[in-house]
Each structure stands twice: as structure tokens, then as C-alpha cells.
């Protein structure tokens, strides 16, 4: 009798995984970035971006420094805030979402959200979105705290909501879970568990901002954190389930990974250093394949004291990342640009290469002559940028409050084409230096 | 209650039958709780409405009912635990598990966890998530059993792939539908026991012998252990 049911399940078995391989989609290329450069006023111009023409026009209007519009993310009365990301919506405004409760890790702990109001450049009032009673009863599990949240848009246009849970343990106990909102982040949907490890699905946390592959899934880079810390590039459906999942480091020593995009083939993943020794420096993975298999090279010469980072590409292929360069602590913060070379080398081999040395352009925070004992921190921070070119940075101010910069991409843009003449006149070889290792 | 509502309840169900079926086990074990089907029928479909039940309503500091506590910890079991559960463990000799199968578990877990968990580069793990070579040998081995008359073990192997194949638990990983913590622990310790003191006989009651049917004790006269 076994016998028979044997061969029969094993008959439909067979034809049931031929049919699940067969679906399953091919590894996808990334989407290419293309090069859209940008004049002093915003405007894109022709490819010439050391050329008369954009000198003259910075010539016009340098500004001597960064001008950005500060504000802070609506306080909740709760006292500690943490991890806020955020994503610009359909119409123009931004959603912000930061975990707060009465410590970070307690039961309390809420998700919370607020929209950024572009008419009256200022941030509404915060909403929850999920409390950890909600998540239980939509997971239909205990869990014990939430944790870090990050939006992704998908292929058609809805917003989805990746954030960290914890059922058993410390943070290490993490696993990922996914709500969508088809109105832009008012009303969410269920959440669901996404199963990404095979040791009771831990421990796997979300925080650096996902990307669309050319196919229309999703890659989202995560960490490990029990035992082990290493990144891992979760690649999902439109839907939000695991289609593969490829790992960008290992041992102990990367977590919190963010990718930059070469392009179609290329990107590299900067990773927060957790390591007990060694360099306190960003650790770098690279990739040849679309991500399919990761290479660790040299670390970034950039300090980092085991603190989260975060970074964006804009529409002229400048690279801007804002992170502690401190060894130990994090009470300073800045905002560094690394620029596209300018010769034509397109040779892949080269593809990593083509950037400049990352320059801090602006400090946003320093207390580095503070007396207070712990000292500020400024921690977690996390940069978005829209359509129209307006990039906006929040981050953990003293885990009390989420503040926020916006800058417009005028001053933007014009900053930073000042501050990559100001390099260029500095160096020998500006444009031309490989990213510096 | 809507059709969609009753499906969601599904993985609740199904671990409270196999948190059911443990504790009758653990019962017999330690409490000498009686060996007869319908006590034990009984004692699952008790345990099963205990863990399902909405304690909150009634009055419980909890605000959820018991079996989603273990579901925190537990997260879904594999399709092979589930099985050896429910008829290994449980049943009658046609479900006698090959003396090698424990070991090619725990071997295979030995191998997989330390590097599915980052000990390097190299992840197994995210073979299961549909890669070609792993899903033919996995039914390599389905086939291998089963034309060497281990038809037990092919029919549980069969089972976990078709499980994955309709996407029945969260994970779309057929790792997570062959193996589990618990099933690679029971596997390694059953191996070591079986290799240094020999596996016990079919009929022989054994408190470790996964084969001590109710129907072996009762011909033995073996019914209260």
C-alpha cells in the first residue's frame, strides 16, 4: 500500500517540481543607471560636466555652503525613536516611517508614520502603523518587538512596508515581514512573514533601501546578525516572496549592507563594520553578475564606528552617502559625494572604478567637543531621493527624536558641481583617481 | 468565518495536531497515559481545541491563543518532521524508517547548517529557492529509495516537494519542507545512539525507539510503558 502511494506521490512530485523550476524567473540583470547631468539651475544639460559651459554657470551662484530645510519628524510622546526611513509618494510628498516606544527592544514599541506635506514643506501628524498586537495577530504568532522599517515601491506601483519582528531573543531573533498599501500608506494590508533562513527563520534584519532589477522584482539588501554578520541580497517578487537570495559577505565583521549600481552588471554594497578586530572602515562587496555571486574587496578608507550608512545615486550619476567617520561613537555626521569620472572607459572591468574618492561635503552634525558622557548620537541615517531630484536625509537625533534635511536639487546640484571643481583644483589627477582603497 | 479566514487558520491547525501528538507521546512516556487509539484520539482532538481556543475571549490574560506562542518559536515544521511525527513515531512497522535514513539526515545537517548560517561564501541554502540541480537531487534521492523498497521514505520526500511545489507553508525555500532544527537534532542523536548501541529490534519497546507502535507493545503485552 505504501508502495503505491509512494510511486504515486513520487510521480506527481516529479512533475510538480519540473513545473515550480520551469516558473521560476532567471536571475535578472540591474536596471542600468543613465546619466542624466544636471546644470547649476537643475536643469539637464548636454554631457559637460567639467566643461566651460557648467563652469560659467557656477560661476554665477557658488554657495559657500549647503542649504538644506532641517525640520523633525512629528514627536508621538514616545520616548525613544529609532530607525526612520522614508519614500516619496505619487504626489509629490514624502512617507517617513521610525519605530518608537518607551525603549528600543520593548514591547511598546509601535511603527509609526508621517507624510511630508511638499506645499507647506513640513511634516503632518504621526499615525502608527503597526503595533506589535497588530503584527501578532496578522503574523498569527507571538512576537516579542518590532523593529526597523523600510518602503519599497514595486513594479506596479504599490507601497510596500519590509520591517524587522522578533518572536524569540534579542535582535538576533529577527526575521523580515512585508504589509502593502495600495493608497499610498493610509490603510495597510495584512503582514507576512518572509522566510529567509533555515534555522527557525532567524535571524535576518532589513535597513539599507531596496532596488528594482530590469525584470521588475525586487532586490533588497539585509544582514544576518546571530553568530554570524554578513549581508545577503534578497531578491522577491512583485508580491513580496523570496524568489532567491545570494549572499554579499560572510563571517562576523559586515552588517546593514547599501548598494550603488554600476550598472547593468555591476554594483557594489558598502557594509556598517561589526568586526572585533581590524580596520573600523566600510567594508565593500562587489559583484559582476547582477549580484548573483559577491566578491569582498578592500575596505572604503572611510572610519566607521560599527554605525549604520546610507547612500543614493542621483540623476547625474553623483553619489552622495552621509555616515559617522568616526572610529568610536556617533556624534558626528556627514554628508560625502563620490562623482562619476568623465572619460568614456565603459570597460566593465573598470565598472567600480569609475568614481572618485569619496569627499565629505557638508557635516551635518559634530559634538566631537562635547563633554557629555555618553556623547550624541546621530545614528541610522537614511536618504531618499525623488523623481525631481529633491533628496531628503532622516536620522536618529539622541534616539529622542527622527530629524530631517531636505535639499532641493538646485542647491544641490550646484553645490555639488562647486564642490567637485574644488576637488579637481586640489588634486592632481581629480577625475581621473580610481575610488580610493 | 470566510473561506480565506479558515485558510489562514490552516498552520495553527495543523501545528496544534502535531503539539497534540507530541504531548500524548511525552504522556505515555512520563505519565503511563493509556496506550488505547481513542485515548490517544481523544488526547490529540483535546489538546488541538485547547491551543486553538481564543483565550482572550474567555477571560485569559493572553491575547492570543497557546498554539501562536509556540508558532513564535517553532515558526512551520518540515514536511518530513511532520510525517515521522504523526506516523513514525506514532504508527505501524510499514512506516519503519531505513536504519541509514537518521544518518544521512544528520549528516546532511552537519554539512548544511554551518554554512547555510555564513561560515562562508558558500550558501546551501538558497539552492532550495529553486535551483534546478538541487530540486533533481533531492528527487534523485526520492528515487533512489524507492527503487531500493524504502517506500516510506520516498512517499515523505514526494510529500515535501509537492508541499513546496503548491507553496503550503511561508517559506518558498524546499529546504524549509525537508529539514528543521528538530528533525536535524533527533537525527544526530538517534545516529550517535543507533551506531554505539545498535538500533533496536522492530518489536522491542524502546522510550527512544521511534518504531514503538501501539501495536508492537500490545502483542508484547507492553501496553502502560
Known amino acids: 500500500m505504501i508502495r503505491v502511494l509512494a510511486f504515486i506521490f513520487l510521480v506527481v512530485a516529479l512533475g510538480m517540481a519540473y513545473l515550480q523550476v520551469n516558473d521560476r524567473p532567471a536571475w535578472a540583470d540591474f536596471i542600468s543607471p543613465i546619466e542624466q547631468p544636471i546644470n547649476s539651475d537643475g536643469q539637464l544639460i548636454a554631457i559637460d560636466p567639467l566643461g566651460a559651459g557648467s563652469k560659467k554657470g557656477i560661476a554665477k551662484q557658488i554657495p559657500v555652503s549647503l542649504q538644506g530645510q532641517l525640520d523633525w519628524l512629528p514627536d508621538t510622546g514616545r520616548p525613544s525613536v529609532h530607525a526612520a526611513s522614508l519614500i516619496p509618494l505619487k504626489d509629490g510628498n514624502w512617507r517617513a516611517f521610525w519605530f518608537a516606544g518607551s525603549r528600543e527592544g520593548a514591547a511598546d514599541v509601535v511603527i509609526q508614520s508621517a507624510v511630508w506635506d511638499a506645499s507647506v514643506k513640513q511634516w503632518g501628524q504621526g499615525t502608527v502603523v503597526l503595533d506589535r498586537e497588530g503584527a501578532q495577530q496578522g503574523l498569527s504568532r507571538y512576537i516579542k518587538k518590532l523593529g526597523n522599517p523600510v518602503p519599497i515601491r514595486n513594479i506596479n506601483g504599490q507601497l510596500q512596508l519590509y520591517f524587522v519582528a522578533v518572536s524569540i531573543g534579542g535582535w538576533a531573533g529577527s526575521s523580515i515581514s512585508m504589509m502593502y498599501s495600495d493608497d499610498e500608506g493610509l490603510r495597510w494590508s495584512k503582514p507576512q512573514r518572509l522566510i529567509t533562513s533555515p534555522l527557525l527563520n532567524i535571524s535576518t534584519l532589513v535597513k539599507g533601501e531596496g532596488f528594482l532589477f530590469n525584470d521588475g522584482s525586487m532586490g533588497f539588501p539585509v544582514y544576518h546578525e546571530w553568530i554570524g554578520k554578513y549581508g545577503e541580497l534578497l531578491r522577491l517578487d512583485p508580491s513580496g516572496q523570496v524568489l532567491d537570495k545570494r549572499r554579499m559577505s560572510s563571517g562576523r565583521g559586515t552588517l546593514q549592507p547599501i548598494i550603488f549600481i554600476d550598472d547593468e552588471k555591476h554594483a557594489s554594497a558598502y557594509f556598517r563594520q561589526a568586526r572585533r578586530s581590524g580596520a573600523k572602515q566600510i567594508a565593500v562587496s562587489h559583484t559582476a553578475d547582477a549580484g548573483h555571486l559577491w566578491t569582498v574587496t578592500s575596505d572604503l578608507t572611510i572610519s566607521n564606528p560599527n554605525a549604520a550608512i546610507t547612500g543614493i545615486e542621483l540623476a547625474d550619476r553623483t553619489r552622495l552617502m552621509v555616515f559617522n567617520d568616526l572610529e568610536h561613537g556617533r556624534h558626528r555626521l556627514v554628508l560625502a559625494a563620490s562623482w562619476l569620472r568623465t572619460n568614456n572607459d565603459t570597460s566593465s572591468q573598470a565598472a567600480k572604478d569609475n568614481y572618485s574618492p569619496w569627499k565629505i561635503i557638508q557635516v551635518l552634525e559634530d559634538e566631537s567637543a562635547s563633554q557629555s558622557n555618553p556623547k550624541e548620537e546621530f545614528s541610522y541615517p537614511y536618504l531618499s531621493m525623488n523623481k525631481q531630484g529633491q533628496v531628503f536625509l532622516v536620522y536618529t537625533w539622541n534616539r529622542k527624536r527622527i530629524k530631517s534635511i531636505s535639499w532641493e536639487p538646485n542647491t544641490l546640484m550646484t553645490y555639488l558641481l562647486q564642490a567637485q571643481h574644488e576637488m579637481a583644483a586640489t588634486s592632481n589627477a581629480p577625475i581621473d583617481l580610481k575610488e580610493s582603497q | ?225
Open chain 2, 1 to 225: 468565518m470566510s473561506l480565506a479566514m479558515l485558510i489562514e487558520q490552516i498552520p495553527l491547525v495543523e501545528l496544534s495536531v502535531i503539539t497534540g501528538v507530541v504531548l500524548m507521546h511525552f504522556s505515555r512516556k512520563f505519565f503511563g497515559f493509556s496506550q488505547s487509539s481513542v485515548a490517544g484520539l481523544c488526547f490529540i482532538v483535546f489538546c488541538t481545541v485547547l491551543l486553538l481556543l481564543p483565550l482572550n475571549s474567555l477571560g485569559a490574560p493572553w491575547n492570543l491563543p497557546l498554539v501562536a506562542y509556540i508558532r513564535g518559536v517553532s515558526g512551520e515544521l518540515s514536511i518530513v518532521t511532520m510525517m515521522l511525527i504523526l506516523f513514525t513515531w506514532s504508527s505501524a512497522p510499514a512506516y519503519r524508517l531505513s536504519s541509514v535514513t537518521p544518518l544521512i539526515i544528520a549528516l546532511a545537517s552537519i554539512l548544511f547548517y554551518p554554512f547555510a548560517l555564513g561560515l562562508t561564501m558558500f550558501d546551501p541554502y538558497s539552492w532550495g529557492y529553486g535551483s534546478i540541480i538541487f530540486v533533481v537531487a533531492v528527487m534523485m534521492m526520492a528515487l533512489l529509495f524507492f527503487f531500493t523498497k524504502r517506500s516510506w521514505e520516498a512517499l515523505m520526500i514526494s510529500l515535501a516537494v509537492i508541499a513546496w511545489s503548491i507553496h503550503w507553508h511561508e517559506s518558498t525555500n524546499l529546504w524549509d519542507y525537508l529539514l528543521d532544527p528538530f528533525l536535524a537534532v533527533w537525527a544526530i542523536i538517534i545516529s550517535i545512539r543507533w551506531i554505539i548501541w545498535g538500533r533496536p529490534e522492530p518489536y522491542s519497546y524502546s522510550a527512544w525507539d521511534i518504531d514503538s507502535s501501539v501495536l508492537a507493545r500490545r502483542k508484547q503485552g507492553k501496553i502502560f510503558s
